[in-house]
């Protein structure tokens, strides 16, 4: 193929597709795409990049448009009008992993950071710290990195660093995408169960890993938390490759000492050896966890961990991972991405420890497929716990009773099924010097910019 075809993309706007259209734009496709349900920060990044956009997936766009490829996203399923357009018409086609895989990945030392949480910030991370060593690396992220701007570019050979998600490829290919990226440095985050509507169970997914570490070349490096027992079960089942763990205590491995409770300030270091302190604007454990699997994977790509803690000092976190999107009369929002309870806990433990006894108001759009299924139903209230007051939306789709599962937090939990009704809430109860904690992996009806706007008119909801 060369580089002057048309692709076009269905589901475009996804976290990973919205890169890969980057991507093929600055390796000189032309580039088209469509999707539902259209929202920012991916499509404002593609329009910004002069990407054309349409919204639905009528085949109108195939009638007088003829694409020499047609990218396949992840969300897409046959019945779709496009797909069957595209199979009907022997349309040539591939998923997104797969087109990266062809055209970026081939002569690059791909370093891939997995798991169940804290993919985003870590790529986020690590990129940065090669790009403070000026390596200028390429990566594909699944959110958008401040110090960059965009969640994909091309960069310069040889680093690139790709989130590897183990959901699967597109309809047409059930294994995880991370299997096609061949990495040579790998770092497992976490473990835990999700996706439940692709995995029967944890074994599955680890089969999943399982795949992964068995393309790793005896020259790569795997980097993981040694305390996680299901990644200790994936090296279990075979390691070819040099290992590093990660631990608090040990200092058989590399460690951490916290020098603030909020992870603000930590010391680093591998085994005996203390590499210097991270002091940064990020808070939370789990931050401090990605922070050092971002330290340890770049000096397996050649920079030295002084380089890295000092570019860590200047990262600026990803857009939606406890982002400020605004304070008005002393009341602060923040947009989260926490769809999983784990992660629903620990960000509101970073945020309980920076802002002390000052009040939470935790809002939650269960809106993963897992959590619709409800499979963590069970654990959902205790990771809600340290929040002062908990405003739950439960959409159409929500296939359980929220309300059963949220005894344990009786008194300080209300269920909505409608936005406007949320902000009313706030509004009426939120004063200044309160935090306002809006988490969903979704756009949830803009209600963060609605609820900024409405706290700064002072008004009711309609009025």
Request: aromatic share 10%; net charge negative.
């Amino acid at each position: 193929m060369n580089n002057a075809q048309h692709i076009h993309i269905l589901g475009i706007c996804g976290t990973f597709m919205g890169g890969v259209a980057l991507l093929a734009r600055e390796l000189g496709f032309t580039v088209s795409g469509a999707d539902a349900g259209v929202y920012p920060p991916m499509s404002s990044q593609l329009e910004a990049q002069g990407i054309h956009l349409t919204e639905g997936y009528s085949v109108d766009y195939f009638k007088t448009n003829s694409p020499d490829i047609v990218v396949i996203g992840n969300a897409m399923s046959r019945g779709n009008e496009s797909v069957e357009y595209v199979l009907d018409r022997q349309i040539a086609y591939c998923s997104g992993p797969e087109f990266v895989a062809n055209h970026i990945l081939k002569k690059r030392w791909v370093l891939a950071v997995a798991g169940t949480h804290g993919k985003t910030t870590t790529s986020s991370m690590l990129s940065w710290i090669l790009e403070y060593a000026k390596l200028n690396p390429g990566f594909l992220i699944g959110g958008i990195p401040q110090n960059f701007g965009v969640s994909a570019r091309l960069g310069s050979e040889p680093f690139f660093v790709i989130e590897a998600d183990e959901y699967d490829t597109a309809f047409f290919d059930k294994r995880s995408k991370f299997v096609h990226y061949s990495p040579r440095t790998l770092v497992l985050n976490n473990l835990e169960f999700d996706h439940a509507d692709i995995f029967n169970n944890i074994d599955d997914i680890k089969k999943q890993f399982h795949h992964l570490m068995r393309i790793l070349p005896a020259s790569g490096k795997v980097i993981s938390f040694k305390d996680d027992d299901n990644l200790n079960d994936v090296l279990a089942m075979g390691c070819w490759s040099e290992s590093e763990g990660i631990d608090y205590g040990d200092q058989l491995g590399w460690w951490v000492k916290l020098n603030k409770t909020d992870g603000s300030n930590f010391d680093v270091g591998y085994r005996q050896q203390s590499f210097g302190t991270v002091s940064w604007t990020l808070i939370g454990e789990h931050n401090v966890n990605n922070a050092i699997a971002a330290i340890a994977a770049a000096r397996h790509a050649g920079v030295a961990p002084k380089y890295a803690i000092d570019a860590l000092g200047e990262y600026i976190n990803t857009k939606r991972r406890l982002e400020v999107r605004g304070t008005v009369k002393g009341i602060t929002v923040y947009d989260d991405f926490a769809h999983h309870p784990t992660a629903i806990r620990l960000t509101l433990e970073g945020l309980r420890n920076k802002v002390g006894e000052e009040k939470i108001f935790a809002i939650l759009e269960p809106r993963s497929n897992t959590m619709k299924m409800g499979v963590h139903k069970d654990s959902l209230a205790d990771s809600l716990q340290r929040a002062d007051h908990i405003l739950l939306f439960q959409s159409s789709d929500i296939l359980w009773d929220v309300d059963v599962y949220m005894d344990s937090l009786a008194g300080k939990v209300s269920v909505y099924k409608s936005t406007d009704d949320i902000i009313s809430t706030i509004l009426a109860q939120a004063a200044s010097g309160d935090h306002i904690l809006i988490m969903s992996n979704g756009g949830f009806e803009n209600i963060h910019q609605r609820l900024l706007d409405t706290l700064q008119a002072g008004l009711e909801v309609g009025s």
